[in-house]
């Protein structure tokens, strides 16, 4: 199954150009765990809004959005669904 949190991880990688494998990027600590500064995580919320067709409301922006894959696919997931209903 593709789930939001595999798809983010996917994306993570990709965009951050990481050498790493999608299923070794854990849920929580990105920040830390990866070394992702504030231009990292902006360039990684742009393949985000790509990937899934959605916007990040400026006012939605914060480091838990790129430290938390739990706390970003809940909000993917609530924008997508917002944008379909």
């Known amino acids: 199954m593709n789930t939001t949190k595999d798809r983010l991880r996917r994306v993570l990688v990709d965009s951050l150009r990481l050498p790493r494998r ?7 600590g990105l ?18 809004e790509n990937e899934f067709g959605i916007q990040i409301q400026d006012e939605d922006l914060n480091v838990e959005l790129v430290d938390s894959l739990d706390k970003l696919a809940e909000y993917v997931d609530s924008r997508t669904a917002a944008a379909a209903g």
């Open 22 to 28: 999608p299923e070794s990027i854990p849920d929580s």
């Open 31 to 48: 920040r830390e765990e990866l070394g992702i500064d504030s231009v990292m995580g902006l360039e990684f919320l742009i393949w985000v």
